[in-house]
């Protein structure tokens, strides 16, 4: 399964919810696998023109899964608990090892926390070994947290073996 590219609409968490729903169809699905294709949208169309590296992580499935000759588990991070606490939210990650920004950023785009109100607003994120540390100064005590969680974004986190962290909204 190849998850929903970014792109540009007019709903803007049209995109994500079905992201969200792709991610836990493959718990569902036997003999599923996912691919993240958060880094490779286009706001010109859905139909992005990057198809390489989306067929290459779809190739690491297939020789993990059905030849077990990848030295790489071909299932991109995923968030899997956040945790609210002094000003900041912290959320774990699986398959996270070596979690590095990528793209030539300097820091993580398309990440946001909201206080009580959900109003999200922009947030700060410092990568501390599997986990991401989000913060903002608008938001003094957050109680919800998401990245990429929008139809148009662009990832920008990946982990050790190249994969982009799949978009999440906890």
């Not at 608008?138 to 190249?162: A, I």
């Amino acid at each position: 399964l190849v998850q929903l590219a970014a792109f540009t609409s007019s709903d803007p968490l049209g995109a994500p919810r079905v992201r969200d729903a792709q991610l836990r169809a493959i718990d569902l699905i036997p003999n599923c696998g996912i691919v993240n294709a958060c880094d490779c949208g286009s706001t010109a169309t859905v139909h992005y023109p990057g198809k390489r590296p989306v067929g290459e992580r779809l190739a690491l499935w297939a020789e993990s899964k059905d030849y077990g000759i990848s030295k790489i588990n071909p299932m991109a991070p995923v968030a899997e608990s956040a945790s609210f606490s002094g000003g900041k939210a912290t959320v774990k990650l699986s398959n996270a090892g070596g979690l590095h920004l990528g793209n030539g950023r300097d820091k993580v785009l398309n990440a946001e926390v909201a206080g009580s109100d959900g109003v999200f607003q922009p947030a700060e994120v410092s990568i501390e070994g599997e986990s991401l540390v989000f913060s903002s100064s608008k938001v003094s005590d957050p109680k919800k947290v998401r990245y990429c969680y929008s139809s148009w974004c662009e990832g920008t986190l990946y982990n050790g073996d190249g994969l982009p962290v799949f978009p999440f909204s906890l």
